[in-house]
DNA sequence: AGAGTTGGTTATGATAAATAACCATCGGAC
DNA sequence: GTCCGATGGTTATTTATCATAACCAACTCT
């Protein structure tokens, strides 16, 4: 199980991903238009990048996600975390397997309620979390290149409202 | 998806034990303007959203898009499509099998290319869509009550760009 | 005619997200 | 105290999407 699985080997062949033949003659109607469309289309675009960028960590986007999220909020419990990232408990218990597998973060029971587990990083942890900020970092400013400051913050804040849509 | 199930279930029970504050209170940290967070998330709410508001059609965002496509360009291959659309030929080909099946579409082989198939729509199928144009454009609507028209636009433009970064 | 290319199909694997059933523990009601 | 409903976590399973690889038939080109 070395960091080079299907997730790297997809990353690596999707550089090249779309390349209509005659210039976008295609008519795409009223889908062009389409919110979610191209939110799918912009989404699996940035995964790609983010497969690409953050290839040598090993981490999926789930995994940094919660990374970040206990490395901010040391102690908090399974559910909080996956409340806090709209993650399923039942999806959550093997994607935080593979970080404590990895070394990278613990769990450990809450004394004040046995059932809850409080979620820690380990040194390692951080170390790895650390890289793997400096590696998205990049990507975020290709992003920033392309769309600009006030574009790309303007686009948070489009896409936090339609997260309540 | 509809706008109320697990999603909002989860958000419900996760009224949080010993939340500082209210629920919102966990630091997502630098999560919080990860431009792939936030599509992901994005993308999740707008598609639970299509799957409830299209639910009586019994298409996928896919086979939606396909219907478009083939609507607005009728007689364009099956390469040509998934070219426009951004899907592999190998996965193109059950999508396509249930629009056949449900008679939405036909798929006939081009004289002058007998490997090739064009793709085109029956009555049945102009049916549907319009029927699903009608149900999704409640779902548009509901989004640019929210964006304003301004934003939606400029959300458009934006995950445009985004999509060849 | 033969070699390489392309359109389409099949089979299959990886990932993400969802559900359901289960167990241990907690918190109250009684 | 004991029982019971609710909660935290795990497991198993399902579904959908996107990816690859191998294959066949038909086309192109020389």
Redesign the pocket.
């Known amino acids: 199980m070395s960091a080079d ?3 790297a ?2 990353a690596r ?2 550089t090249v ?1 779309s390349a209509p033949t005659s210039a976008g003659a295609v008519d795409l109607g009223p889908l062009d238009g389409f919110v979610g469309y191209r939110l ?1 289309r912009a989404q ?1 675009a940035v995964l ?1 990048g983010f497969e690409f960028a953050l290839r040598e960590t090993g981490l ?3 995994q940094l996600s919660v990374l970040l999220v206990i490395s901010c909020n040391p102690g908090m ?3 909080e975390v ?1 409340a806090a990232l ?9 994607l ?2 593979e970080l404590e597998a990895r070394g990278l973060a613990i ?1 450990e029971v809450l004394p ?6 409080t979620l820690r990083m380990t040194p390692l942890g951080r170390d790895v979390l650390s890289r793997a900020l400096a590696l998205h970092e990049r990507l975020e400013r290709r992003i920033t290149n392309s769309l600009g400051a006030a574009g790309r913050s303007q686009l948070l804040h489009l896409l936090r409202k339609l997260e309540s849509v």
């Not at 709209?86 to 093997?94: C, D, E, H, M, S």
């Not at 004040?112 to 587990?117: E, F, G, K, P, V």
Request: include cysteine.
């Open positions: 699985t299907a997730r080997k997809a062949s999707l991903r799918r699996l790609a999926s986007p789930g419990t399974q559910s996956c709209g993650i399923r408990r039942a999806n959550f218990t093997p935080l397997h769990r004040a309620d046995r059932r809850s587990n």
